[in-house]
């Protein structure tokens, strides 16, 4: 320092040095903060592919769902029938041995 300073020249530099580090501080918590929005904006464009995704799964979900039903319902109906073509053949084996045992 200077031989010609004054006290109050000393207290200026002080308060300057104590600014300028507390400014540095402050510029390296606004990087850090940028750093987070960066990644928080990365994590809302995946948030949202995963969204339209899980909308995408649900519909396809949906559609195998009703197919599922439609399968049931079908195979309700095959065994129906085949219940029914069995009854048929065996009523109509009894009924024509019974008319055969006549004539």
């Known amino acids: 320092m200077d031989k010609n300073c ?3 020249q000393l207290d200026h530099e002080k308060r300057i040095s104590a600014l300028e580090t507390s400014i540095k501080g402050a510029f390296s918590r606004m990087n850090h903060i940028e750093e987070n929005q ?3 904006t990365d994590m809302n464009a995946n948030i949202k592919v995963i969204a339209e995704r899980y909308t995408e799964l649900n519909k396809k979900f949906d559609k195998v769902e009703t197919d599922l039903e439609e399968l ?3 195979s309700g109906k095959r065994y ?13 084996g009894v009924l024509g041995a019974f008319i055969k045992s006549l004539f």
């Open 6 to 8: 004054g006290p109050l």
């Open 80 to 92: 129906e029938q085949l219940i029914s073509l069995i009854m048929t053949v065996v009523i109509s």
């Open 72 to 74: 049931k319902g079908k």
């Open 38 to 40: 960066k990644i928080l």
